[in-house]
């Protein structure tokens, strides 16, 4: 199971949840790149560059997916972006987007805004723009679960229904 979704919709903090609730290992891909790499998103940027980046994220998700199977994984808000990424998931994955508005998403921004290279140096007007161009590859997934007003265990529990229903 891989949660996708924009920067602080929530995905680690759920995924956790939900690996919990359902006895599995729960992967965040920027948290075990980072332990794998000894460096942080943000140094990973600084030093090496973005695409840089991506390349280590596509190799790391492809991996992971294929040899932690029944696992839950956490992607990186941009990682979806990535269209090598995007079609193995969603062949060899259940792909969960956690949806967010855009007002729900800013009103959390303060609280998100640190350890996002993404985010640095750029208006709310710039993220915005970010924000809508990752809905595009987001809408292509699974099963859909709203977040905005949800409390992380009432996103779980909408999830863990969701997945009994089907």
């Known amino acids: 199971m891989v949660l996708i979704g924009f920067m602080g919709v929530g995905k680690t903090t759920v995924g956790q949840m939900i690996a919990t609730k359902l006895k599995r290992e729960f992967i965040d891909i920027d948290q075990y790149i980072e332990q794998t790499y000894h460096m942080s998103i943000p140094q990973i940027f600084e030093q090496k560059g973005e695409p840089y980046f991506r390349k280590l ?51 959390r921004f303060e609280l998100i805004n640190e350890n996002r290279p993404v985010l640095n140096n750029r208006s709310l007007y710039d993220i915005q723009q970010l924000f809508n161009e990752r809905k595009h590859a987001y809408s292509m997934h699974h099963l859909k679960i709203n977040t905005d007003n949800k409390s992380p265990e009432e996103v779980t529990a909408s999830i863990i229904e969701a997945l009994q229903d089907n």
């Open 57 to 107: 994220e596509r190799k790391t998700v492809i991996d992971i997916c294929q040899h932690h199977y029944n696992n839950i994984v956490s992607l990186g808000g941009g990682a979806f972006q990535q269209k090598e990424i995007r079609e193995f998931c969603l062949e060899n994955c259940l792909v969960l987007y956690l949806d967010i508005s855009w007002e729900s998403w800013k009103a």
